[in-house]
């Protein structure tokens, strides 16, 4: 089993002995990265909101609408006598729940604060991922 191992040997040695080192072509790193570039660039992605501007635009002009619609329409809804026995039976239904003044309080403030956290936080990001 040695000597077999000795002949491999050798006759690795003498191929070894045969074969000349290869070298890479004059522009092989300049190829290697033009390519790494091409990679990375393909690898962005563009921001795309989730949200389109025409769709804002569109949930704005209908708020507005409902709101203008709201204010200035003929109809009263206090006269009328259907609408009349579902407020009743909404005050009926949460008439039974008191809030204490803290969670009023924490549930106006709550809101405004994620607000404030998500536009600071997508200021941060966009900051940090600046290309």
Not at 17 to 23: C, H, N, P, R
Not at 97 to 114: D, E, G, R
């Amino acid at each position: 089993m040695k000597e077999s191992d000795k002949n491999i040997e050798n006759l690795i040695d003498k191929m070894m002995a045969e074969t000349t080192l290869e070298s890479p072509s004059f522009d092989f790193t300049s190829k290697i990265m033009s390519q790494v570039l091409v990679a990375e660039k393909s690898k962005i992605k563009t921001y795309k909101p989730l949200i389109s501007k025409t769709t804002w635009i569109f949930i704005g002009i209908s708020v507005i609408a409902l709101t203008l619609y709201s204010v200035y329409s003929n109809n009263d809804i206090s006269n009328s006598e259907t609408a009349q026995v579902y407020l009743d039976k909404a005050s009926d239904l949460f008439s039974g729940i008191h809030f204490s003044k803290n969670l009023l309080y924490a549930l106006l403030v709550v809101p405004f604060m994620v607000l404030i956290q998500i536009g600071v936080l997508k200021n941060y990001f966009d900051k940090k991922y600046e290309l």
